[in-house]
């Protein structure tokens, strides 16, 4: 939809700028796509009368033309244009004059005869369509006039209109929407309703459901003079080509009321014009110069004849309105918006008309007839039937009932009723008692919160403060628990883990004496309690491994259930992980293919709670299915343990040839929370841009002292530069040549780095020697030479 800033004024009276204009329109809900200078400044064009006109010599299509542009010296002008007679102004282009597309006017011959200019079209000129041929100027133009006084600049507002709002395809209801925000004072043109009756031999509705209302004002004695000059620039700017008088009126008031209007040529019409739905066979010759096949679904209008319209969408050739035509029979009416929608997407047409109607629109349906009807009796002598023939019944206006109390309760803002009133009738509601009568032109408004949206809008959302509905509670223990959770979560998915999610209720097969049977359970699969997530995670192993996925890290995070005093249970969180499969995807690169082992599940525990993970020798029996198993510590707490699967246990969860170890671990979620301090859960590392440096040791040990005992003295030797510490080698000689048999020897890379220099070899020596007399002092060990 485009908004001339100029025709606007009409309805609106405002000094806003285009872009002030634009962003009040933007607050109150219209989108402003673009803004467009329109107008024309073109030098060395001018209004010239054309005084004689003759056949040109050597060519039927040519005329040649003497006008005069008011220069003293009337100038031979050679045109193809047929539009036009001796007496008519028009725009006339100078030699020298530079048109729109790069077209430079000059003196030169057209088939041997001399031409001094050009005589131009709206669309040369760039001011719109226009009618074909020449642009005729009114009569009352002063010859002379320079193209930009004729046509002043203007600035074109681009609108994306809602389907909600058909009054906004209207410069009436733009005008309207704007005032309401503050842009200036609305005003419209003053028109007097006829009377109306109801005539059968006038028109009649057979289709009521999709016509609830039908009007035709008769007018006759319709001289057709050329469209003025204002009419056919109107026009030109919502992309409209000038017909003839009566349509231009017609299509003219269809922009600025949004009311789609159309003119039947009186004496073409035979018997009344029924509103109903087309019949078996009904073809259309519409305006367009096609032919449509009409569905018995198509919704029509028609005489004793046939069909001569389209309903809403498009007229009939036979009854079209011409240059011969001196009296008309004018139609508005109101149209069941999904009829005409579905008539426009069958048919594939696309009208200015079908665009508002299957949008909802009756805006205006009485006032713009009666305006069209005022304009035709001024610009065309037409007389004016006294009454409106109607058939039907106009919808009455929806009453909605509204409470102050409801406004301030759904928008939190204390509004008073005199403010929610005075928004209200600003949008031309009408208020009787608590009722307000919803204006034709306002289809969207339905309900109260309708209303109450409204009133929002007029406010403005910008006013109404936020506010807290309700108290917020102090973080609890709760809380707590669920954040560090969630980062347990984050922190597992970061490492390439998937979570699983099973249920809390497990068969009897896999149940022991610590678990819990539930008394009335649903079925066999659903009988105790699980005291472990490991059976579920299995099954999820399992299920994955025979889809063919090559490699699985899996979690889960969840309820277990472990006997307590007779008759309760006790609940805690624990996680459980498992891996296997191919460490890294089958790759051209490399032949060798490595398994995830214990190791990467390790190194995943360790970093939940970095630099405070230990592991210790299993005391007990293995459960029946393990292998291997450690005890799992953080600091001095127990959390749990990890290790690895039978390979038989293993192969019962895996296809044919598939061979991979199974890593498991179980740990207790709320035994890791708890040595965890809440700032370290955010806590990031830091990159630094020095060096680092490395030193690798090789110490005999006892067999008896585990690697561990030498990671946790070396790291909590709170050494600054000391960052990490990796064993790349651990040898034993069960022979005693190179060591003894009861020793063994492990190799130690120790890696070191400042945060803010760079290291000297000097002080990276000294700190070694410093961290190998605490592991003699320690763990008594010896360095191998």
């Known amino acids: 939809m485009k908004i001339s800033l100029s025709w606007l004024g009409d309805y609106l009276k405002t000094t806003q700028t285009a872009e002030q204009l634009a962003e009040t329109l933007t607050r109150s809900g219209i989108e402003v796509k673009s803004i467009v200078s329109h107008g024309a400044a073109i030098p060395k064009v001018v209004a010239a009368q054309i005084l004689e006109s003759s056949q040109h010599p050597d060519a039927d299509r040519l005329r040649v033309c003497k006008v005069d542009d008011g220069s003293g010296a009337p100038r031979q002008i050679v045109c193809g244009a047929k539009n036009y007679k001796v007496g008519d102004k028009i725009l006339l282009a100078l030699p020298g004059a530079a048109l729109p597309g790069g077209v430079k006017i000059k003196v030169g011959k057209l088939r041997g005869v001399e031409s001094e200019g050009m005589m131009c079209s709206s669309k040369e000129l760039g001011l719109g369509e226009g009618v074909d041929g020449l642009h005729i100027l009114p009569p009352e133009t002063m010859i002379g006039t320079e193209l930009g006084a004729l046509f002043p600049a203007d600035d074109i507002l681009e609108l994306e209109i809602t389907p909600n709002r058909p009054d906004w395809l209207g410069y009436l209801g733009v005008a309207r929407e704007a005032s309401v925000f503050g842009a200036g004072e609305f005003s419209e043109h003053s028109v007097e309703l006829p009377a109306t009756i109801e005539d059968k031999n006038v028109t009649t509705i057979t289709a009521h459901n999709a016509c609830p209302f039908y009007s035709i004002r008769r007018i006759d004695g319709i001289t057709m003079n050329p469209s003025p000059s204002w009419l056919v620039q109107r026009l030109a700017v919502m992309d409209a080509r000038s017909i003839n008088l009566v349509v231009d009126l017609a299509n003219y008031v269809m922009f600025e009321t949004a009311q789609p209007l159309h003119a039947f040529d009186a004496d073409k ?99 713009a007839s009666a305006r069209v009807a005022a304009l035709l009796a001024e610009l065309a002598g037409g007389i004016v039937s006294e009454n409106l023939f109607i058939a039907g019944h106009f919808p009455e206006p929806l ?342 048999v009861d020793k063994k020897s492990v190799a130690l890379s120790l890696k070191f780095q400042h945060d803010e220099r760079t290291l000297t070899a000097q002080e990276v020596g000294e700190t070694c020697e410093r961290l190998i007399a605490l592991l003699e002092k320690s763990l008594h060990v010896e360095i191998r030479k």
């Open 269 to 367: 019409i035979q018997g009344a014009l029924n509103v109903r739905f087309a019949r078996e066979e009904e073809k259309l010759e519409a305006l367009d110069g096609k032919i449509y096949q009409l569905r018995p679904s198509d919704l029509v209008i028609a005489d004793d004849q046939g069909v001569q319209a389209l309903a809403g969408i498009i007229g009939g050739m036979k009854s079209g309105v011409t240059e011969k035509t001196t009296s008309i029979l004018l139609e508005s009416a109101v149209f069941d918006l999904a009829t005409v929608a579905a008539s426009l997407r069958f048919h594939g047409i696309n009208t200015e008309g079908g665009y508002r109607f299957e949008r909802g629109n009756r805006a205006g349906t009485l006032e």
């Open 399 to 740: 009453q909605i009932e509204l409470r102050g109390d409801q406004v301030r309760q759904l928008l939190g803002a204390e509004i008073t009723d005199q403010q929610i009133d005075g928004y209200l009738k600003k949008l031309g509601l009408i208020k009787k008692e608590s009722a307000w009568f919803i204006p034709s032109w306002r289809p969207d408004l339905l309900r109260s919160v309708d209303l109450i949206e409204e009133v929002s809008r007029v406010h403005g959302i910008e006013a109404i403060k936020s506010r807290y509905m309700a108290f917020p509670a102090p973080s609890s223990k709760e809380d707590q628990a669920y954040d560090q959770m969630m980062m347990l979560r984050r922190r597992l998915a970061a490492g390439g883990f998937f979570e699983a999610r099973t249920g809390t209720l497990v068969a009897k097969e896999v149940a022991n004496e610590k678990n819990i049977a539930l008394r009335n359970p649903m079925g066999e699969q659903q009988a105790v309690l699980r005291t472990s997530l490991l059976p579920g995670l299995k099954k999820v192993l399992q299920h994955n491994l025979h889809q063919g996925i090559s490699s699985a890290r899996l979690f889960e995070l969840g309820k277990i259930y472990q006997q307590s005093e007779a008759p309760d249970c006790e609940e805690k969180f624990s996680l459980a992980l498992m891996t296997t499969g191919a460490a890294v995807p089958m790759s051209w690169r490399s032949d060798s293919q490595r398994s995830l082992d214990l190791y990467d599940l390790k190194g995943m525990i360790d970093q939940l709670v970095p630099g405070k993970i230990n592991y210790q020798s299993w005391e007990e029996p293995l459960p029946p299915g393990m292998s291997l198993m450690l005890s799992v510590f953080c600091d001095t707490h127990r959390l749990g343990y990890v290790g690895l699967l039978h390979p038989s246990a293993a192969r019962e969860l895996m296809l044919t040839g598939q061979e991979h170890p199974v890593a498991v671990a179980e740990l207790d979620v709320a035994m890791l929370c708890n040595v965890i301090e809440q700032e370290e859960w955010n806590k990031g590392g830091v990159l630094t841009r020095f060096p680092a440096m490395v030193r690798d040791i090789a110490l005999i040990v006892d067999k008896s002292v585990a690697y561990a005992s030498l990671e946790k003295v070396l790291l909590s030797s709170q050494e600054e530069l000391l960052r990490s510490v990796t064993p790349f080698d651990i040898f034993t000689d069960p022979s005693g040549e190179k060591i003894a």
